[in-house]
């Protein structure tokens, strides 16, 4: 098992509630894929399947739907298959990501998400 903890500021989080025009979308979504690319440079490389769970923490404790983050958390699983963790983020390769909600970070505007890596074969 891996664990990967990635701290995102808000301006580059993203929701599936946000309506954004795509060239702010584009734009997190590079800046969160290139953070978790650098991210993931200590990470060992996995061949197989693996099962993703993403425990997410918002700055602080509020209402959530974490089933909203996934577009953050897409650009994170992405920048970890640029980085090469793991061959692809298709089927064959990545089960998940499951989403559940962590404690806050108490950290005022950071978000975090924290990735749990477990081979599955």
């Known amino acids: ?3 990967l903890v990635i701290d995102i500021p808000a ?3 993203q929701t599936s509630n946000q309506r954004l025009h795509h060239m702010e979308r584009a734009r997190r979504t590079k800046h969160v894929r290139t953070l978790a690319g650098w991210a993931a440079r200590n990470l060992t ?5 693996v099962h993703v769970m ?3 923490s918002a700055p602080k404790k509020s209402r959530a739907d974490v089933g909203n983050t ?7 699983i992405d920048g970890l298959t ?3 963790v793991w061959a692809d983020d298709n089927d064959d390769h990545l ?3 499951d989403m559940r909600r962590a404690a806050p970070t108490g950290v ?3 978000y975090r998400i924290r990735l749990t890596i477990t081979p599955t074969t």
């Open 82 to 84: 640029d980085a090469g």
């Open 108 to 110: 005022p505007g950071i």
């Open 95 to 97: 089960v998940g990501p």
């Open 45 to 49: 490389p996995v061949t197989g399947t």
């Open 70 to 76: 996934y577009p953050t958390v897409k650009a994170v």
């Open 54 to 56: 993403a425990h997410i």
């Open 1 to 3: 098992m891996q664990e």
């Open 11 to 13: 301006p580059m989080w």
